[in-house]
């Protein structure tokens, strides 16, 4: 499944392409040059994910913002505050909400009402940031083509626990993350590949 458009920045940051429109997803650490953001998806407020300093780079007049509450006040414009468990809608692109949070861990508590994304683009492909997160009930529902998926352990699931995740709600393809910067290395990405049955990309990250 071609994976081209979707560009891995590093950590759990990402840049997807659909058609003309630039969607970037916890922007974080840009590469220089950055093109402008047409979309910007936050899963949460800490600030490897929610970074001011990245989004003023990339936002131009009329960037949409789709962020949890607790974030949403720290930003002006279009701005969408979104809950789990919710559908949302803007130009092509259909968008649902899935709760992000640790299981027996505190980093991400469930009623922060954190999330992860299921966005559908123009052309119907789906891809899924699943947020910083365990593998949660939330999670087996996931309908996706594509599974952005944390493996670094810590503060979210590790390699094995993200390719049994994976195994449960049976995407087509996923792309771990959250290694590589801060916590979780190569192996970790590596883990997930040995354990989900579908195929996994690991990808370079993108920070020329």
């Known amino acids: 499944m071609n994976h081209q458009h979707i560009h891995w920045l590093g950590h759990a940051s990402f ?65 969408i505050s979104v809950a789990p468990g919710q559908t949302y809608n803007v130009g092509d692109l259909k968008i649902k909400t899935v709760a992000a949070y640790n299981i027996g861990k505190q980093f991400h508590p469930k009623q922060n009402n954190w999330v992860g994304y299921i966005i559908s683009l123009s052309t119907e492909q789906k891809i899924y940031h699943s947020g910083d997160t365990d593998s949660t009930p939330d999670m087996r529902t996931v309908v996706t083509d594509f599974a952005l998926l944390p493996c670094g352990g810590t503060y979210t699931m590790t390699g094995k626990e993200a390719g049994e995740a994976a195994n449960i709600f049976k995407p087509h393809t996923v792309i771990p993350m959250h290694w590589g910067d801060i916590v979780g290395t190569q192996e970790d990405a590596e883990e997930v590949k040995k354990t989900f049955k579908g195929e996994t990309i690991i990808k370079k990250p993108e920070r020329a």
Do not use: C, M
Request: proline letters at 8%; zero cysteines.
């Open 15 to 79: 840049r997807i392409e659909d058609g003309a429109t630039q969607i970037y997803i916890d922007p974080w650490k840009l590469p220089p040059n950055s093109p402008k953001a047409d979309i910007i998806f936050i899963t949460h407020a800490h600030y490897d994910h929610f970074s001011i300093e990245d989004i003023a780079k990339i936002r131009k007049d009329g960037t949409a913002f789709f962020v949890p509450k607790d974030v949403a006040y720290q930003l002006k414009g279009t701005v």
